[in-house]
T-cell receptor, first 115, second 114 residues
Framework: NAGVTQTPKFRVLKTGQSMTLLCAQD?????MYWYRQDPGMGLRLIHY???????AKGEVPDGYNVSRLKKQNFLLGLESAAPSQTSVYFC??????????????FGNGTRLTVT | AQSVTQLGSHVSVSEGALVLLRCNYS??????LFWYVQYPNQGLQLLLK??????LVKGINGFEAEFKKSETSFHLTKPSAHMSDAAEYFC????????????FGQGTELSVKP
């Protein structure tokens, strides 16, 4: 029972490089989310998706793009990495109740350092 | 707009003592409120949630929280701390009409002294 799986676990990028973070869930959840966690700031929502083929912006979307081509996968892309994007990235998913009160299931995070 | 404020970035208690972690929220409509816990190098796990049923909510590991609309608070408590409770705790809020946007507080790191 894998739950939410994030790859890679660690990555170091140079400024200007690009990369894609992959999130996969095996719980048939409708909703998926990408958060970043920074010390003293809690988790901030980057982008989210309420279904296959749909995405929406969260609190801090600038510098990131996402895609949800398959229900079980949610990709987060950095086109041109900046040091300010050094963070721990968490993917989460939840099932649909129509009221958005279902709990989030989190992956174990990706630690990204941009030098 | 919805928001969450956690009072105190670090809380330290002795083993066996009361745990009280404070959370205040701002919401223009009746909110859904959550507490999550994060152990080192792991993702977040749900402790408990409030979704407009009973105002006193019981969660896992002996934790509970009380929703107080008049005080816009949702404080987390546990009568007797255990060493294994040491972790970071996050309060979060969402509004049912916001399409799944869960907003987190800054987090409170709980230390438990022997």
């Amino acid at each position: 029972n894998a739950g939410v799986t994030q790859t890679p676990k660690f990555r170091v990028l140079k400024t200007g490089q690009s990369m894609t973070l992959l999130c996969a869930q095996d719980m048939n959840h409708e909703y998926m989310y990408w958060y970043r966690q920074d010390p003293g700031m809690g988790l901030r929502l980057i982008h989210y998706s309420v279904g296959e083929g749909t995405t929406a912006k969260g609190e801090v979307p600038d510098g990131y793009n996402v895609s949800r081509l398959k229900k079980q996968n949610f990709l987060l892309g950095l086109e041109s990495a900046a040091p300010s994007q050094t963070s721990v990235y968490f993917c989460a998913s939840s099932y649909s109740t129509g009221r958005f009160d279902s709990p989030l299931h989190f992956g174990n995070g990706t630690r990204l350092t941009v030098t | 707009a919805q928001s969450v404020t956690q009072l105190g970035s670090h809380v330290s208690v002795s083993e066996g003592a009361l745990v009280l972690l404070r959370c205040n929220y701002s919401s223009s409509v009746p909110p859904y409120l959550f507490w999550y816990v994060q152990y080192p190098n792991q993702g977040l796990q749900l402790l408990l949630k409030y979704t407009s049923a009973a105002t006193l909510v019981k969660g896992i590991n002996g934790f509970e929280a009380e929703f107080k609309k008049s005080e816009t608070s949702f404080h987390l408590t546990k009568p007797s701390a255990h060493m294994s409770d040491a972790a970071e705790y996050f309060c979060a809020v969402t509004e049912g009409n916001q399409g799944g946007k869960l907003i987190f507080g800054q987090g409170t790191e709980l230390s438990v002294k022997p």
